[in-house]
């Protein structure tokens, strides 16, 4: 990015994130970027916003300068709802109860399966990652937004193993799968935001953020990216968007 900005990469990313979201609506989310968008937008736009972990929080208000480093962490139970077990709150899932699962992932591809296993040969693979936890069944049973950096070590053409599945080959085949609601909704990262195209399922470039090209965005990609002929640009953050999302992440925790 050329422009001059007084917001960091790592800001955009929740600022982006939190408004897909909308009020009223159920968010299951996982730590880090995902957290902090949620109750960014509970702060904002979303007051009826209920916010879920996986460690079985339901109805989460997180205090500004208290993030949780984990959604197991007892400061995520501070003036929710209810607290519940992990396996009853994964069940709301089940039941269709839950709008939009919100994580970040180390590898997405062009069909938006995410990995977050392990990197190489599965045989003998370079690098553990933390696992699933419940990644799984999140992407399995609700729509998906993803927000992670952009790098083409990230975004490749086909990830090294499928923790949460997408739209896994493409076409119809989630569905053929055995998984007939839910996919991918939106992939936000510091250049672009992400969609996916409605019959093919693979991932085209909804808007560009400010000051940045479409070529700077494809040559951070691993795989050939779809373009419309109009490519919309996303509105910079705004003074507010920053200080109260700052308040939030006081310690600076994830927007350093």
Known sequence: MTEARNYTAAEILPILSARQLRDGQVVFAGVGTPLLAATLAQRLNCPRLTILFEGGVVGAFVEPGKLPPSTNDQRCTRRANMVLGSSDVLLLLQRGYVDIGFMGGAQIDQFGNLNSSFIGDPANPKTRLPGTGGGNDISSLTNMIVAMKHEKR???????????????????????????????????????IFGFDEKTRRMKVLALNPGVTREEVQDNTGFRLDFDDEIAITEPPTETELRVLRQLDSERLFIA
């Open 154 to 192: 990230r975004f490749v053409e086909n990830v090294d193993f499928i923790t949460s599945p997408g739209f896994i080959r493409g076409g119809t085949s989630r569905h053929d799968s055995g998984l007939p609601a839910g996919g991918m909704f939106r992939v936000i990262t510091e250049l672009a």
